[in-house]
């Protein structure tokens, strides 16, 4: 399977920026790359998606407008910039991957449903 790799948190002041990278190995193509985050207590949550070989991105509402995910083909790497970091976005950030090429309705497709996740990256935003 898909082995992930997270890099690129750490620690900013509100409204700061960071970019978040997945170094992926493997059958990329035929999976789709997810973004999901968990603080402590809570439930890990979906952050956005994106199919490797081309198809339906999402985002939650929560970091619409604020983040873009995007990917390099050549360093199979996934990437999720984020702009206008809030303290809310403080959390674990990890990499994962889903048995759906096209990325089809991952915004809402659960997460024992994914095949392969990383290890994640801290990300803490501070006021």
């Known amino acids: 399977q898909v082995r992930l790799v997270e890099s690129g948190g750490g620690a900013v002041q509100a409204g700061g920026s960071l970019r978040l990278s997945c170094a992926a190995s493997?059958?990329?193509?035929?999976?789709?790359l997810s973004w999901w985050r968990q603080a402590p207590g809570k439930e890990r949550e979906f952050v956005s998606s994106?199919?490797?070989?081309?198809?339906?991105?999402y985002y939650t509402d929560s970091v619409k407008g604020r983040c873009i995910i995007s990917r390099d083909k050549a360093k199979s790497t996934v990437f999720l910039q984020m702009d206008s970091l809030k303290p809310e976005d403080t959390d674990v950030y990890y990499c994962?991957?889903?048995?759906?090429?096209?990325?089809?309705?991952?915004?809402?497709?659960?997460?024992?449903?994914?095949?392969?996740w990383g290890q994640g990256t801290q990300v803490t935003v501070s006021s």
């Open positions: 994106i199919a490797w070989n081309g198809g339906r991105v």
């Open positions: 493997g059958r990329i193509s035929e999976y789709a």
């Open positions: 994962a991957a889903h048995r759906n090429p096209y990325g089809e309705g991952l915004n809402s497709a659960d997460a024992q449903s994914y095949d392969s």
